[in-house]
Every structure is written in structure tokens, then in C-alpha cells.
């Protein structure tokens, strides 16, 4: 067991997972919390697989309870933090790990239905605002506390669908105007932009729907799927360091985009190329 979040609450939102052989982003990010020494309360529409998250963490000596909610009901929210506090008197960490893309029928542009679109909207945008609009009072009276978003490298990069792009794009705004907005109440904010990543939903969902495993993998990113170790890390990388606060920042973490460069750069210097210019931006 670790000790860099010892004496923390930390609630998750999306801390089960889609079924599957490998682990979700959301389940990891909770385990590994857990391990760091958070008090993990796993919040998830399905509550048998929030609780199956909640028994692998009993299982390592952890501590975590499961909470049934869905984050488009405001109610439900505002009960799963209500659940929270009842249990813990405070939270420390907020992570928002919902979202999807063709699990909700997202399609390209020409294609989408006004239904699927506003499904879309609703889970992978409002849903992390209702979280955020009912966690930071707590965080504000208790002057500290902090906001860990995923978005997706979806938002920058090309994608097809755009359902998925365009409301996680909002997630960096909606993480950009709560990192400000709350800097001055010991808050942070943070939102992580993963790129492909080896998740049920993500691989698993389209090899059943008949797309070999490779073809999923080349067709989001030719330099493959993040596999368990970087699905570990995305959730706490920023959460677990927890300065102490002096001015909040939107950290706009590009694992992939990171990778490539540094796999440029090693073949670079390896061909007595020399370290290749920065591209700028337009
Ligand atoms: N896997 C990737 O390649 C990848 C890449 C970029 C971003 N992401 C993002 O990472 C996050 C997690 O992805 P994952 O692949 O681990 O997915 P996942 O399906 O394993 O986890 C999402 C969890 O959210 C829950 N959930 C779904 N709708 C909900 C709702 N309305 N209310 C409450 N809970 C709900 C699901 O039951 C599930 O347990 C998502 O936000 C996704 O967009 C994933």
C-alpha cells in the first residue's frame, strides 16, 4: 500500500467498468487510489460492477463503498454525494470517468439522430457539470480539493464520430472554467485528454461487434493501444501529486501524442538526425 493519498476521500464516478477481460479506465483509476491509501466511494449506473470494483479493493485491504446513481439524473448525483459525505464527512478528489461514443450511437455528422446526440451531450458533458455543480460547494467550504476530468485526445485529433469529439472537447472547457472560477477556494482542476487505450469499451465492445482487435487498434492509432500500466496511471497521475495549491492549471495530458514524440525522438537521435524541431501550432 501506498501512502500518497492517505486520509483522502476520493469519489469516482464511472468506477465500474463495461464488461470484459481487460480493466476500465474508471475501475483502474479506483484501485489504484485505493492502493495510494483513498477512502474510494464507486459511484456507477450498474452497481453490481461498482461493487465488483469495491470487492477487488476489500480484497487488497482497501477501503471503498459502491454507490448506485446515473449521471444524467441530477437528483441521483446530488444523492451519491450526499452518500459520500454521510459516509466520510468530506472528499478530497472528485474523478469523472463517464463517457462513451457508439455505445450511446454516436455516428458521423450526416448520420447522427437528434436522440443519440442529446444521450451524447447528456452523459459524456452535463452529467461531469452535475458532478462537479454538487461537489464543489463541499470542497469549497472545506478550502481544498480536486477535479480530475477525462476527456479524450478524440477531442483534438481527428475522429469520426462526432458526438464523442465535440462533447469532450466541452469537457475541457467546462475543466477550464471550473479550474479558474475555483483556484481561489484551494481548488484544482485538471483534465486528461487519454488516446487509445486497451478497455472493454474501447477494443473489446468493437472485436465482439465483428472488427479484428488489430483493425480497431490501427484505425484510432497505428501506435497501438495504452495497455493496464497507463490506464493505471491516467486516472492519478495528476490527483496523487496534490501540491499544495497556489493557482490552478488545466494540464492537457497527451499520452499518445507524448509517445510519438518521444519514439521520434529516439529514432531521431539514434540516426544522428539530431532532436526534430517542434511543430507550431496554427
Ligand atoms: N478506452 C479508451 O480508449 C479511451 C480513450 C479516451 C478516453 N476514454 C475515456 O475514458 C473513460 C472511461 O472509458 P473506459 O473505456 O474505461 O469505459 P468503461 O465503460 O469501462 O467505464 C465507464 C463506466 O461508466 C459507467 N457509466 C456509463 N454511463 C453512465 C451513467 N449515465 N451514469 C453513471 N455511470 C455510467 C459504465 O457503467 C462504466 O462502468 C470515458 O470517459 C472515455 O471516454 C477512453
Known sequence: MGERVRGKVAIIFGAGQTPGETIGNGRATALL???????????D???RSAQETVDLIAGEGGTAMAVQADITGEEQVREAIAACMAAHGRIDILHNNVGASLALGDAPATELEVEAFDRLYA???RGMWLACKHTLPVMREQGSGSIVNISSMAAWE?????????TKAGVIALTHNIAMENAR???????????LMNTPMAIE????????????????????????????????GLCLALP???????????FVAGRRRR????????????????????
Not at 158 to 166: E, I, R
Not at 185 to 195: D, E, K, Q, T, Y
Not at 244 to 254: D, G, K, W, Y
Not at 263 to 282: I, K
Request: proline letters at 7%; hydrophobic letters at 35%.
Open 185 to 195: 477556494h484551494g481548488i484544482r482542476a485538471n483534465v486528461i485528454l487519454p488516446g
Open 33 to 43: 487510489l485505493a492502493r495510494e491509501g483513498a477512502a474510494v466511494v464507486a459511484v
Open 205 to 236: 465492445a468493437r472485436v465482439a461487434a465483428g472488427t479484428p482487435g488489430e483493425e480497431v487498434i490501427a484505425s484510432r492509432d497505428p501506435a497501438g493501444a495504452a495497455g493496464e500500466e497507463d490506464g493505471l496511471g491516467l486516472g492519478c
Open 158 to 166: 481527428a475522429y469520426p464520430y462526432v458526438g464523442y469529439k465535440t
Open 123 to 125: 452523459v459524456n458533458l
Open 244 to 254: 499544495p495549491l497556489r493557482r490552478s492549471e488545466v494540464h492537457h495530458r497527451r
Open 263 to 282: 519514439e521520434r525522438l529516439l529514432r531521431a537521435t539514434s540516426s544522428g538526425r539530431g532532436a526534430p524541431q517542434p511543430r507550431r501550432r496554427q
Open 45 to 47: 449506473r450498474e452497481v
